[in-house]
């Protein structure tokens, strides 16, 4: 790495109980690379995510939950996600700008035009250099889900868990920086293979040059 490079971010995608998560945490290994995500990795997001996910606290109204998401999305950035680039760190972050629009927007049914501007400004233009879709079927998700805790979007019905499965796919389909859909359904291995090697194809250029 030259120095003044700046760091590339990769962010993971898809419906909860897809293994985004443990993809995220195997693939920032494989880097070397700062490891994050939303919505709650800072300290003021950590409230925020409680106030989102938590049953037991008060409702949120669809427009208020897309403006505590970009709350969230513009800490994230100031505080753990702008630095780690600036200073020539690649980031792996589990969920970014896309969730917003595939949650909000395809699974609320929010104006999408208008969370674009919400996303382009809370995110201070911050983008990924590769998002990384782990497509499973929703069935598949909600099996992977069942007997663990689940927070208020995990309860949604299996309609909802479909929007916003059909929305990732359309945000893929029609987006201009670079995405790639990995097949969740294998082992972990499998589907871990499969991301290393989308990865080294789309941003390969100084991979492994991460640090922590």
Known sequence: MTEGQRGRLIALEGIDGC?????????????????????????LGGS???????ADQPAVSERAEALLMAADRAQHVTEVVLPALEAGTWVVTDRFSASTMAYQGYG????????????????????????????VPVEVAAGRRRGSHRDRL?????????????????????AAAPWMVVDGTGSVDEVAAAVWSGVTDAVGSGIGGGRR
């Not at 293994?19 to 300290?43: H, M, N, V, W, Y």
């Not at 925020?48 to 938590?54: F, G, P, V």
């Not at 995990?154 to 029609?174: K, M, P, W």
Request: proline share 4%; aromatic share 4%.
């Open 48 to 54: 925020l995510r409680r106030l989102l996910l938590d």
């Open 19 to 43: 293994g985004k998560s443990t993809q995220a945490q195997l693939l920032s290994d494989r880097l070397g690379a700062l490891l994050t995500f939303e919505p709650g990795a800072t300290r």
């Open 154 to 174: 995990e309860v949604e019905g299996v309609s909802f868990q479909q929007r916003v499965a059909d929305g990732y796919h359309l945000l893929a389909d029609e």
């Open 108 to 135: 609320r049914g929010l104006d999408r035009p208008e969370l674009e501007r919400l996303i382009q400004w809370a995110s201070a233009g911050v983008t990924p250099d590769l998002t990384v879709l782990i497509d």
